[in-house]
Each structure stands twice: as structure tokens, then as C-alpha cells.
């Protein structure tokens, strides 16, 4: 089959399919729309876009194809019920095309229930734009029907500030070689920070594209920019997720992730401190600075919410220069002041405020802390007292850790059980136990021994983890889950049983494993078998008013526990008794793969 009768295969029978991108709002990581995509037949050479679109403006039929385009994304965007704007991506040959029929989008938008305000014309650029005055005429024939435009992969190919200047998008995605290694990249850092400004004195958007890594998101959210797009966030794909939460920072196990500090947030830090506005002269906030010797920074603040910062040094430096009074004292701080500071909710765990930090790309020694809601200016923090709560912190949990695993001890399992019992709310504890670890020991010997419960240490710290949750290790093969909430847990449990099973036999020699076991002799110089290391699990649903103390919580723990090491294999133990009269317990005994 010829080309020419594929393409014409093609558009004839509408065999695209569409594709979703979230773009997301960096503030809170909620999606704000999606980049509508288009793939070809899946099993034809005519899959990827480029080559179809190629293929179609060697033709000559390049506005055929785009028409057939617009008509599947929307269709499907409607179709799938998807919240934001839709991107939708046109070449400025399509815009100019003479046989383009003025209308097209609007009948497609009215079929399928769509406002044209919830669509953006994304100008993806193939060829070089030669005369601008049609250019212009184009987009605003677009924008007179509602839409808005957005200028495409700024700092690529034939894309430039002119675009920006001549169009006036209202939004404009950075080009993916500006955001790849940001991270590690002092000049892409200081690139994007212009270009916030400059958008922002112009009323943009600015998208970052290209997103992979968490490190790569951190720097982005917190040089202000806001929107981002890439495989970190999501891929492509054809029902994509209508919501979406911030990408956390990728990092390696951290322990004190599972102590309770709910007192450690950045809140502690707020320290009052006058602020500027952006209109203000330049004159004005220097006069602020030297009448108060000891005002060490300027939060510049509109309508409430932080837009930038001034440092005396910086400010005061730059008064000093010749001509600077003379040419700018008049000057609204707006054009001097920094537009990126570092903006801290002030819910933020101060672990994950120290990685913000050294993500921003730069050290300075405060940041501004905003109300995790408003996004509104609450105070100024300091570098050196976080670095101070820090080290009080770590100090407490190298205290209170288990030596072997990491994980809370005795003393933090007991002050957390106690603090929930305060609060007077329903929780779930389940109580760890290895079966036959005690002759595993005397067989393989103690490092072999540690090894078993590192592994388990592992399986619990990677069971998926709600608001409120803790883990701790009591000691030897014992392990405490802590779960918020009435009937919480018990799913994880089997899953942690299963994980265990599966993993098991890892620790044996290859005899043992395949005999299902080890053969020891007793005290009497009798041989006996115990068969593979297995894991009970006693779980106790307290609620308010059974117990007075992590004193006896532990003690209903561990005879829930003893009912559930009496049962062969990895076992789950429920305790269903609501008063101490009462002694309806129940076993669950999940189907595990048993090695043999």
C-alpha cells in the first residue's frame, strides 16, 4: 500500500486515537489541564506524530489531518469528562493554511459541550514564521472566538523572544533543555528565573516541560514557576488521572520519617519581620532599612501574598553605585527586588523543609513561610534555627531508634500510643512476631539472624502509609504497627504476611529450603525439625475508653500475639473482644506461597 493511500486510510476511517498529559498547578501539584496528544495506527509506521504529520505536509493535506485531530481530542477530552483547560497543539502552517475553514473548532467544541475558554491553541512550531502580520491576524481571530494561546517549547528550534513579543501568548512552556538537570545546573537555574520575571511582568504562564526527576520538580516549584508538565508527574496516556498530588522528593529511607513529630513543622519558625510592597520606591525601602540597623531582609508582599524579597546587603550595595539614586530612587522595588525566595508552607515537616532547601539551589539565610491554605504571608524563618531544630532532632532519634533497623524504639512506640489514647480516637495496633527465629539463630548464627530482621524492617517500612501512621521496632524479631482509625490496617497486614512469605526463603541455604526447613538437636541430644521462619501478626482495635496505657495496650498485644503463634504458617490474629468480659477472637489465616 502506498503512502499516499495510508494517509488517505487514515483520515477516511479516523483511525487516531488521543492521548492526555497533566499539566499541573506547582503550588499544590492539582492538575490544571492536559496536552491533547495524537498517535497514528499502532501497528502501522504512521504510530508516531511526527512521521504522520510529516507525511501529511509533504501531501499537502496537512489541515485534512488536523481537522480529524482536533475532532478525536475533543471528542474524547468531552468523552472522559476531564477537569482544566485542554491543550491542543496546531502548527502556524495550519493557522495560515488558505483552505482552513474559519469555524471548524468552534462546531467541534459546540458537538461535544465544551466552551472555547477552556481551550488553549499550543503553537507547535515546524517551520520558521516568516510573516508575523499574518501571524498576528491568525491568533487573533482565535482569541476573538475565546480561545487562548500558548507558544510552544520557548528556547527550541526556531522559538524565540520575538514569538513571545509579536504573539502575546497567554501561556508559554520552557523548552525540556532547560529543565533536564536543573538540579545540578547553575545557569538553566538563573535562565528560568528571568523568564518567570519577564512573564510575569507580562501577565504569562509559564509551563515547564520535560519534568523526570523529583529533584527536577523541586527546583521548578520553588523558583516560583507555575505549571509543570513530564513523565514525573504522568505520562501520556489514554484515561488519564483527573486529580493529582505533589510529587514528593525521591529519596533514599529516611527513619525519622516514622517518628511522631507532629510539633516539628515550619510553623515553629515564623519570626514577624515589616514587609515591602512592589510599588513602593526604591527610596522608600532603603529609608526602611537604615532607620532599623538590625532589619535584615524585606518580604515584598502584594495583596497579601509574598511575590519577592530584598536583602539590606544586596539593596543597600546597589544604592552605592554611582548614579543609582539619581536615575532610580522613584523606581517602584518591583524591578529590584528577587523573584524567586523561597516560599515554605507552614505545615511543612522540617526534614522535608531542609531538602526544599538545598533543592532550591541556593542558600540563603531565611525564606518566607505562607499559610498552607491562602498561600498568604505569615512571617520569615531562619536558615541557622532550622539547622538548629534540625540537630535537636536527630539527636532524639538516634536516641530512641533501633540500633539494628532504624526504626522507633520502646520509648517513642510508647509515647505515641499514649498520645493517641489522649486524644480519646479510635485506633489499630498490630503486634510483629517471627516464628521460629530462635533455632533460625542458633543454626545460621546471629548475622544471618540480623539479616532476617533488616529484611523485615524493609517489608514494614514500604507498607503504604496513611496521615498519622507509625511503625516501630520493640526489639529482637518484634515490630509494632500503628494504624489511625477504626477497623485501619488490616489489608496491609496480609499484604506484609504475603511480602514475607515470598521473600523467605531467601535466608535459608538451598538444602534447607528445599526440605522446607531446618533439623536441630534438642537439649536431650534429639534431633527436631522446625519448618521455615514464618511471621504472626495480633491485631487489637482499641477504642476510647478500653485502655489507660501503652502499659495495657502492650499487654492485650501480646496475648493476641501467643493466640496467633499457635496457628502454623504466617497468620493474622484479630482480636474482635470490646471489653475485658468478652473473648470473641477471631483468626484470618491469608493463602501465602509456601517454598519448598
Not at 233 to 244: H, L, S
Not at 465 to 472: A, I, L, Y
Not at 568 to 594: E, W
Request: net charge negative.
Amino acid at each position: 500500500m502506498s503512502s499516499c493511500q495510508t494517509l488517505d486510510h487514515i483520515i477516511a476511517g479516523g483511525h487516531l486515537h488521543a492521548l492526555f498529559q497533566p499539566i499541573v498547578d506547582m503550588r499544590d501539584g492539582k492538575v490544571a489541564g492536559y496536552e491533547g496528544l495524537i498517535r497514528g495506527p499502532s501497528d502501522s509506521p504512521w504510530h508516531a506524530p511526527q512521521k504522520l504529520l510529516a507525511e501529511a505536509r509533504r501531501q499537502g493535506r496537512l489541515f485534512e489531518l488536523d481537522v480529524l485531530c482536533r475532532e478525536v481530542i475533543l471528542g474524547q477530552f468531552a468523552h472522559l469528562g476531564l477537569a482544566g483547560k485542554l491543550f491542543l497543539n496546531v502548527t502556524p502552517d495550519v493557522l495560515l493554511d488558505r483552505k482552513a475553514i474559519h469555524g471548524v473548532t468552534l462546531r467541534f467544541l459546540k458537538e461535544v459541550g465544551i466552551p472555547p475558554d477552556r481551550v488553549v491553541i499550543e503553537l507547535t512550531e515546524q517551520e520558521p514564521i516568516i510573516d508575523y502580520s499574518i501571524m498576528r491576524d491568525a491568533v487573533r481571530h482565535y482569541r476573538d472566538m475565546g480561545f487562548s494561546i500558548a507558544l510552544d517549547d520557548l528556547g527550541a528550534g526556531y522559538s524565540s523572544l520575538r514569538h513571545w513579543s509579536e504573539l502575546q501568548p497567554e501561556y508559554v512552556k520552557i523548552d525540556m533543555h532547560f529543565v533536564q538537570n536543573v538540579d545540578r545546573d547553575d545557569v538553566k537555574r538563573q535562565f528560568l528565573r528571568s523568564i518567570n520575571e519577564i512573564a510575569h511582568g507580562l501577565g504569562t504562564r509559564i509551563i515547564a516541560e520535560g519534568i523526570e526527576t523529583a529533584a527536577e520538580y523541586e527546583v521548578i516549584r520553588h523558583l516560583g514557576i507555575p505549571l509543570g508538565q513530564g513523565y514525573h508527574i504522568a505520562r501520556p496516556a489514554a484515561e488519564p488521572a483527573m486529580a493529582a498530588e505533589r510529587p514528593r522528593h525521591e529519596r533514599s529511607w529516611d527513619p525519622q520519617e516514622w517518628f511522631p513529630a507532629p510539633r516539628n513543622r515550619a510553623q515553629e519558625l515564623i519570626h514577624p519581620n515589616p514587609v515591602a510592597n512592589p510599588n513602593q520606591t526604591l527610596a522608600d525601602t532603603v529609608a526602611q532599612f537604615q532607620t532599623s540597623p538590625d532589619l535584615h531582609c524585606l518580604p515584598v508582599v502584594d495583596r497579601g501574598r509574598p511575590v519577592g524579597m530584598v536583602r539590606r546587603h544586596e539593596l543597600l550595595m546597589l544604592y552605592s553605585q554611582r548614579f543609582t539614586r539619581e536615575l532610580h530612587d522613584r523606581s517602584p522595588l518591583r524591578y529590584f527586588m528577587r523573584v524567586d525566595p523561597l516560599l515554605v508552607p507552614a505545615d511543612q515537616p522540617l526534614e522535608e523543609l531542609s531538602e526544599a532547601i538545598s533543592a532550591h539551589g541556593q542558600v540563603d539565610q531565611e525564606f518566607v513561610i505562607i499559610d498552607p491554605h491562602t498561600g498568604d504571608y505569615l512571617g520569615v524563618g531562619w536558615l541557622v534555627e532550622l539547622l538548629k531544630k534540625l540537630t535537636k532532632l536527630q539527636v532524639h532519634y538516634a536516641r530512641y531508634a533501633n540500633p539494628l533497623t532504624q526504626l522507633p524504639g520502646n520509648v517513642p512506640i510508647n509515647e505515641h500510643l499514649d498520645g493517641l489514647l489522649a486524644t480519646h480516637q479510635p485506633f489499630t495496633v498490630a503486634y510483629c512476631d517471627l516464628d521460629h527465629f530462635k533455632p533460625f539463630n542458633d543454626h545460621y548464627g546471629y548475622a544471618r539472624g540480623d539479616r532476617v530482621i533488616r529484611a523485615l524492617g524493609d517489608l514494614v517500612r514500604r507498607l503504604p502509609r496513611r496521615q498519622g501512621d507509625f511503625v516501630g521496632h520493640v526489639g529482637g524479631d518484634d515490630f509494632i504497627l500503628v494504624f489511625n482509625g477504626e477497623g485501619e490496617g488490616h489489608a496491609r497486614c496480609k499484604w506484609l504476611l504475603e511480602a514475607f512469605a515470598e521473600q523467605v526463603g531467601e535466608f535459608y541455604d538451598a538444602g534447607d529450603r528445599a526440605t522446607g526447613g531446618v533439623t536441630l538437636l534438642d537439649r536431650q541430644g534429639r534431633p527436631r525439625f522446625f519448618p521455615l521462619l514464618s511471621l504472626s501478626i495480633g491485631v487489637v482495635p482499641v477504642d476510647p475508653g478500653l485502655f489507660e496505657s501503652h502499659l495495657d495496650i502492650a499487654q492485650r498485644a501480646s496475648e493476641v500475639k501467643r493466640c496467633a503463634k499457635q496457628k502454623p504458617g504466617n497468620t493474622l490474629f484479630v482480636d474482635r473482644r470490646l471489653g475485658s468480659d468478652q473473648h470473641d477472637i477471631v483468626t484470618d489465616k491469608p493463602p501465602v506461597r509456601r517454598l519448598g
